[in-house]
């Protein structure tokens, strides 16, 4: 489909071959350089926020508090609610009258409602966090997974020496999750790359294209414009990022297992 002329008047018709006219006029298109940094942004944000946060509250599950368990618990029900239930309740929590604009006025920080949603310079970090805290839970779990294998003997030598918290965390915890945060990093660009729900239901891509991934320009170019070429073109590079990345976490896994 991404080498012929296809569009809403032409789908049920024999298609015309166009070569790469669709890919040619991918590139061409001015907006398309910024729907590309867009991208680079919403990955780069999803995935350093989920890994950091992912570990952070691994350490903090991995002591077995009663704090703890109540954090798991918090985590598994963000990990299971659907994307779209998520997006929706952000959506109308980082809204004009939301929570969030309510608490900031009451304590004083702002005397207007600050556009989460709806400034061009927040909306895709705005859905960039949303998303991060989206697959904290998962980065979480699995690290915790990891660091309840740490020797205890190890753990109990480096109290005796006068290890504060810190110290166990930068230099026995965080190198024994290495080859997790390994694979979890590209599982984590791969979701983040991949990410379509968020934006649909909280900026739908916008204001203008200020929110507009590869992944959703391709959604309004095949199904917004019914330009179906178009739209498999931009859904071709997504899937050939997507590949690559999936070959460097295979590749991971395999040598992890040897």
């Known amino acids: 489909m991404s080498v012929h002329d296809v569009r809403g008047a032409t789908l ?3 298609w015309d071959f166009v070569g790469f006219d669709n890919y040619v006029a991918l590139f061409s298109d001015p907006e398309f350089g910024k729907v590309v940094l867009n991208t680079l942004t919403f990955v780069i944000a999803v995935t350093i926020l989920g890994m950091v946060g992912g570990f952070a509250v691994a350490v903090s599950l991995w002591s077995n508090t009663r704090g703890g368990s109540i954090l798991l618990a918090i985590m598994v029900f963000v990990w299971a609610l659907p ?26 920080l702002t005397h207007s ?21 989206a697959v904290i839970p998962f980065n979480a779990l699995i690290f915790r997974a990891t ?8 753990l109990e030598a480096a ?24 694979v979890l990093t590209v599982l984590t660009i791969v979701y983040a790359f991949r990410s379509f729900d968020f934006i649909y239901v909280m900026t739908a ?15 309004v170019q095949a199904f917004a414009t019914l330009n179906y070429g178009n739209g498999a ?6 899937l050939v990022v997507v590949i690559i990345f999936a070959l460097i976490y295979a590749r991971d896994v395999r ?3 040897d």
Do not use: C
Not at 113 to 133: E, I
Not at 205 to 219: C, K, Q
């Open 159 to 182: 109290e005796v020496d006068g290890a504060r918290p810190w110290h166990r965390t930068r230099y026995i915890l965080a190198p024994h999750a290495r080859s997790a945060a390994t």
């Open 205 to 219: 891509g916008g204001p203008g294209t200020a929110s507009t991934t590869l992944p959703y320009l391709a959604y």
């Open 83 to 108: 994307p779209v239930i998520n997006g929706s309740i952000w959506k109308f929590l980082l809204g004009e009258s939301g929570l969030v604009n309510e608490i900031l006025r009451g304590l004083g």
């Open 12 to 14: 049920n018709r024999a």
């Open 255 to 257: 040598r992890n297992e």
């Open 147 to 154: 660091l309840l294998s740490v020797d205890e003997s190890v």
């Open 233 to 238: 073109a931009t859904a071709l590079l997504s």
């Open 113 to 133: 409602s600050v556009g989460f949603l709806y400034d061009p310079a927040l909306a895709l970090w705005s859905v960039a966090l949303v998303n991060a805290w």
